[in-house]
């Protein structure tokens, strides 16, 4: 099967997309975690949430790097 590669143009709109949708969810964590009535149980289930959400941002951060510095990036 041929290798397919995506043009830095539609990488960078995917990266976008992805770097957007996690900023929605990191703040929508922040406001819930304000919320005095969660339990500690829900306050730690959250936290667990932003801890992903940062790793899934630190993926994206390393992706891009690693795309960009392929010669085959466009």
Do not use: R, W
């Amino acid at each position: 099967m041929a290798e397919k590669y995506i043009s830095f143009e539609e990488f960078k709109t995917v990266i976008h997309k992805l770097n957007n949708y996690l900023f929605i969810i990191s703040g929508k964590l922040e406001i819930i975690m304000q919320d005095e009535s969660l339990d500690q149980k829900a306050k730690d289930n959250l936290k667990v949430i932003c801890q992903q959400v940062d790793e899934v941002k630190e993926y994206i951060d390393y992706s891009t790097k690693v795309f960009l510095e392929s010669p085959k990036h466009e």
